[in-house]
């Protein structure tokens, strides 16, 4: 794959980056989309703010390490999650407080959710009203599980979905809530409640489906039951969608109903996709998820792969840990069946009755990589997200790994986090400890950035190489005027300093280091071009050709001298 041979070649290489480049920036290529990267480690008290060349536009520090997720809002603050401990609740991604810094760094408001009911835990939905909807865990005792009908002993942890309207600098009121255990259905007890087929309700939650997963203390029992992992919103249907890693499926519910109609039939499941043994639906190979985080609407982010309606269609990472071919990562995209028509007045679903037939589609719009490997693989965390150019900018969250694909599924921007709890790291050391949930790029027309200062200071690392890079800015737009029927060639790759360019017609070329910088450039003639260039030191560069009115010819191509 090309984005690990890139990283092999780095101990390899003398010309794109010196040995010692462990973090921080690696490739910046003319493709990828200009914008601000928010970077938040895990564990981390520090937010950074970076530009394509990885250097800090803002930073933000808090007290309390990271509880996963942050966003930077519309009017320039920073929303982020914190770590709180509790006596109860001690599962992955465990948050407990919510933080909102402005702009200059300044804490503006603050909110707790951590108490031996309700434990705040990874994500977070801020809406269009200034309300803020939080994911949360809430504590069911094994008498109250063995009331709705659980076979498995022991306590569990339904999740729970809480709005908060802010309310000075501390505090904020409940305006809703929606909980799963208000949603069960079972079939192993006649005598208790919501008793059925989960086959013919298949917008409740299987009570005796799966066992709780880890999060005990001594002397308790684990009873992180669902494990979700994400909330977002659809600003425009009024929708939620919440994702469970240990159930393999997302969700989405209606948050245009009060509260009290949450808890009855309003408030059942309208949509669910990823594994539909979870409702006794299909067959195991019929799940598509495996561990899988960030379910999220691709909206206004960007252009769809199949040209489809991006208010309707998911992108998701799907860690692929416990995948039948072996482990290895991808990130997938479905378009759902949207039909206000249907009975739920928003998503076609199955029949209830007299059907095996689960939530459609039957198949993902697009999965990138095609064959899944430890290539790229990350068990935990992590997530992606469309650019407006159509580029996908991608999470490996374990290892800290960013980078950036185009269409075709080449690297075109690529870095390492280099910073985590115990500050910036040393460039040259190995990355450890900078595991990063997820990172969301913001676009320069952004309005956070209105009036701001946008200089950039130094690198995120500690000890940075000397630095060099530029920003290609003429790369922000999915309709990029170019010649792409004009079809060119570079050859051979690898090469040992001299290639040969064919081109269409009459143009210019350039040869472009991974930070982005030129090393190379001149004319083209029609035909067979042969290009000499010996002082070029070894590493991996990026070819560029362009007509004389400054269009591209298609697009850059990886280019290998060694």
């Avoid at 928010?38 to 390490?65: E, F, K, M």
């Avoid at 009121?173 to 006649?190: F, K, M, R, T």
């Avoid at 790759?493 to 450039?521: C, K, M, T, Y």
Wanted: contains cysteine; charged residues 15%; proline residues 7%.
């Amino acid at each position: 794959m090309l984005m690990k041979s890139f990283f092999a070649l780095l101990g390899l290489c003398t010309g794109l980056i010196a040995h010692t480049q462990t973090v921080g920036l690696l490739l910046n290529s003319p493709e990828a989309f200009d914008g601000y990267t928010l970077v938040a480690p895990t564990g981390a008290t520090r937010t950074h703010l970076i530009d394509n060349c990885g250097r800090v536009i803002n930073q933000w520090d808090s007290n309390y390490r990271a509880g996963e997720s942050a966003y930077l809002l519309e009017d320039g603050s920073l929303l982020r999650t914190c770590r709180v401990a509790s006596n109860v609740f001690n599962g992955g991604g465990i948050g407990g407080r919510i933080e909102r810094f402005s702009w200059e760094g300044d804490l503006i408001w603050s909110y707790n959710m951590a108490n031996d009911q309700r434990h705040h835990h990874h994500d977070m939905a801020w809406l269009p009203n200034g309300s803020v909807v939080l994911l949360a865990w809430e504590y069911k005792s094994a008498e109250e599980a063995a009331a709705a009908g659980r076979e498995i002993e022991g306590p569990i942890w339904p999740p729970v979905l809480i709005e908060i309207q802010p309310n000075g600098s501390d505090g904020g009121s409940i305006v809703w809530e929606w909980h799963a255990w208000d949603h069960l259905i079972q079939d192993s007890d006649p005598s208790l409640p919501n008793y059925g087929d989960p086959a013919e309700h298949v917008g409740r939650f299987d009570v005796n489906y799966g066992s709780a997963s880890g999060g005990s203390l001594p002397g308790q029992s684990g009873g992180d039951w669902f494990h979700c992992n994400a909330v977002s919103h659809h600003p425009e249907h009024n929708l939620l969608m919440l994702n469970s890693r240990n159930w393999n499926e997302f969700y989405i519910i209606d948050h245009d109903i009060t509260s009290f109609a949450a808890t009855g039939p309003e408030g059942d499941l309208l949509y669910r996709w990823g594994n539909p043994s979870t409702y006794g639906r299909g067959l195991p190979s019929d799940r598509v998820f495996f561990g899988q985080h960030d379910p999220h609407w691709i909206l206004d982010d960007g252009p769809t792969t199949l040209g489809g309606d991006p208010s309707q269609t998911v992108l998701i990472y799907n860690n692929g840990n416990g995948r039948p071919s072996g482990n290895g990562s991808t990130v997938e995209e479905l378009t759902l069946p949207w039909n206000p028509s249907a009975e739920n007045g928003h998503y076609s679903a199955p029949a209830n009755q007299d059907s095996d037939s689960p939530f459609e589609p039957s198949s993902l719009d697009w999965s990138w990589p095609e064959n899944p490997s430890l290539d790229f693989y990350s068990s935990k965390i992590s997530g992606s997200q469309r650019q407006p150019n159509g580029n996908t900018l991608i999470c490996e969250g374990a290892s800290g790994h960013l980078f950036e694909i185009n269409e075709t599924g080449e690297t075109v921007w690529e870095y390492y986090t280099a910073y985590n709890q115990f500050g910036a790291i040393n460039q040259g050391d190995a990355p450890f400890s900078n595991s990063t949930f997820r990172a969301y790029r913001y676009a320069p027309d952004y309005p956070a950035f209105d009036n701001r200062d946008l200089t950039p200071g130094d690198p995120v690392e500690a000890n940075p190489q000397a630095f060099d890079c530029t920003l290609y800015t003429d790369n922000t737009s999915s309709t990029i005027e170019a010649n792409e029927g004009l079809a060119w060639n570079a050859f051979p790759n690898p090469s040992d300093g001299h290639f040969v360019i064919q081109s269409p017609e009459a143009g210019r070329w350039s040869l472009s280091d991974g930070r982005g910088q030129i090393q190379a450039e001149g004319l083209l003639t029609p035909g067979k071009n042969t290009i000499q260039k010996d002082h070029i030191s070894s590493g991996a560069y990026f070819v560029r050709v362009c007509d004389f009115s400054g269009r591209p010819m298609g697009t850059p191509r990886l280019h290998i001298i060694r």
